[in-house]
């Protein structure tokens, strides 16, 4: 699986759209980003996956650019629980395949 | 609710000893995860079964050992444990292979197993 880069720290006030970048430049023609959370030891939560168009659901956007080389998550209006942390990942699509999770980027939220 | 049912929540135990962690995966879901996740090692993938069938390893101890039964749930089995053994342990399921394009996985709450 393609490595992905995350900042590892962000803050975002309440209220307002955390946007979280991941660099993923050695991504292949036939791997998803994959975008997870994890609140508080918690088990990673699923928010939302994407190929090479940009994707919306109840959760968030995912936009990835042109080249697939980079993407990034935008919670439109974070909330207190918001804060976690967030995992980039990229999988190869095709079958039922585990995912490699890295450090994530620790998202605050602040009032 | 992600639907993926792990028991026990917590579990204490002492070194040296066995336990049995269970895993029920989501209604239809055939594939079984197992993730540790400690201090200081982040999530690490350990095992994956599929329709009762072992289809990956990650980087499980020889000490550690799943199975997944006929009707799908999982067990994973951690024997003669150390202090370093404690550690919060996922389960996920995700669909069948076929037709299961990039389907995603979902996790359940996780079991936390303290060695002492």
């Known amino acids: 699986d393609a490595k992905t880069t995350q900042p590892p720290s962000m803050d975002c006030a309440e209220g307002r759209a955390a946007n979280l970048p991941c660099n993923h430049s050695t991504i292949s023609g036939n791997e998803y980003v994959y975008w997870y959370r994890q609140i508080h030891s918690q088990g990673p939560q699923y928010i939302i996956h994407g190929l090479k168009n940009n994707e919306t659901n109840e959760m968030a956007s995912l936009i990835i650019t042109e080249d697939r080389k980079s993407s990034t998550l935008i919670l439109p209006h974070a909330t207190l629980r918001d804060t976690a942390v967030y995992y980039c990942i990229v999988r190869v699509g095709q079958g039922a395949q585990k995912l490699v999770f890295g450090q994530g980027t620790r998202l605050t939220i602040n009032p | 609710d992600s639907g993926v049912t792990q028991t026990p929540k917590h579990l204490i135990t002492a070194t040296g000893q066995r336990v049995t962690l269970r895993c029920s995966p989501r209604?239809?879901?055939?594939?079984v995860y197992w993730y540790q996740q400690s201090l200081d090692q982040g999530l690490q993938f350990l095992i994956q079964y599929y329709n009762g069938e072992e289809r990956a390893k990650g980087n499980i101890l020889e000490r550690f050992s799943a199975q997944q039964f006929p009707d799908l749930h999982s067990e994973l089995n951690l024997s003669s444990l150390e202090l370093g053994d404690s550690a919060l342990y996922f389960c996920?399921?995700?669909?069948?292979?076929?037709?299961?394009?990039?389907?995603?996985?979902?996790f359940g709450n996780g079991t936390r197993l303290t060695v002492t």
């Open positions: 209604s239809g879901d055939l594939s």
């Open positions: 996920a399921s995700s669909a069948s292979l076929m037709g299961s394009y990039n389907s995603p996985l979902h």
